[in-house]
Structures are given as C-alpha cells and as structure tokens.
C-alpha cells in the first residue's frame, strides 16, 4: 500500500469476530478502516467521517445493510460500495445491484480473494493509482520478458507489441504467476463485468497469449474450470 494516500474504509459487520479479522487483515496491508457493528452506527459514522469506500454486512441489527447503502447513496453516487452476505439467492443480489453496489461478496469467504475484489472495485474507481505506479514494471517469463510499460513481449528471436487489453491480462496473470487467477476477478478488472460475452471475449484473449508463449514449453496457461486461469512458468 502507498503511503502517498491511505484509502479510508467503512466497514459495517455485526459477527464481531469477522469484522475484526478483516478490520485486522485490511490495516496490516495499509487501508485505514473504522468498523461498525449495526446499521445505524454505521450510517452515523459514514455522515461524520470522509470515506473512500464502504464494505457492509446485509443483515445488521438496527439497519440492514441496503438500507444503508440507500441513504449513503443519497449522499454519495459515487463511493463504491461492497456488499457481504451469508445469503446466496439470485433476488437478493439483484436487490444488492439496484441499490448500487459495486460488488457483492457471499459469506464465508477467502481473504484473499476478498482483497483482490476489493481492489477491482477500488482500481474501477481510480482509487488504486498510487499502488499501480509502484507495480512492478518489468516480468520474466521463461525466455520471455514482458516490458509492462510499453506493452512489449519479447525473447532473443522474437519481440510482439501486445494490444493493450492483452497486456492487462498477461500483466494479471504473471501477478499471480503459479497460482490461480479468478477468472471472475479479471472478467471484473478489465471487463468491468463478468457476464457471458465478456467471458468469451477473456477466453479467445486467452489463447491468444497461450500461442505468443508457445516456444517456451515450460510456461503453460491452464484453465481451471469453473475456477480461472494459472499461468505455470516450470523451473
């Protein structure tokens, strides 16, 4: 996290357990975060303070959680805010959506894969720039080198400019390298959405990059079904 600028969170959950582990988890990695433990204190805070963005529990005591969300979007249109939720049915997540919410993130939940939505949701709304001035610049993968700046794929026989949506997904991948990419997660930082024509669209983009690394046998990018992408670069 850049000390340039600490991104301010509102975070309302009322399982105090779970909001202290991830208040806990999210101020380890730099975001400054004030928890809540109901709806009403929540919205109190949010008036009072200057937040960046909010993450809210749907069932809270007091106020649920798209209420909430209601009211803060009166104040603000633009804050992102993430919904979490131990319910999975399909009416509440629309539900979720027409109030405004940039994400909805089902309980119980991997951290990590927590923290890389969060951080779509945040990049989405240009919240991220600091931290992607610091991303590293250059990837070596196998006998290709991958110049993020200027979009360059290169080995000793041959160089490709990568268009510039290739160049986000490689870059994506190799931030992942020998370890599962989300498929849901780079449909919603480069896409912007994770619908099925933007899933298809990903899928030839993979392939793409699967042939401009193909005379290096021991990188491969595998499709874990129903999961997302690892990009396996062998020692």
Known sequence: MSNKKKIHILLAEDD?????????????????????IDGEQALKTFVNGAFDACILDVMMPKKGGFEVAETIREINKEIPIIFLTAKSLQPDKVKGF?????????KPFDFQEFLLRLEAV?????????????KVLFYTIGIYEFDVKNQLLSSKNEQRNLTKK??????YLCEHK???APRELILKNIWGNDDYFSG???????SKLRKYLAN????????IHGVGFKLEVKS
């Open 178 to 180: 020998n370890d599962i």
């Open 16 to 36: 105090t357990n779970l909001g202290f582990v991830v208040q806990d988890n999210l101020k380890a990695i730099g975001y400054d975060v004030t928890l809540c």
């Open 122 to 134: 945040l990049r989405r709304s240009n919240l991220l720039t600091d931290i992607q001035e610091e």
């Open 166 to 171: 290739e160049a986000r997904i490689l870059t």
């Open 98 to 106: 027409t109030v405004g919410a940039d994400d909805y993130i089902t």
């Open 216 to 223: 290096d046998d021991t990188i491969t990018i595998n499709n």
């Open 200 to 206: 298809r669209s990903m899928d030839v983009f993979i």
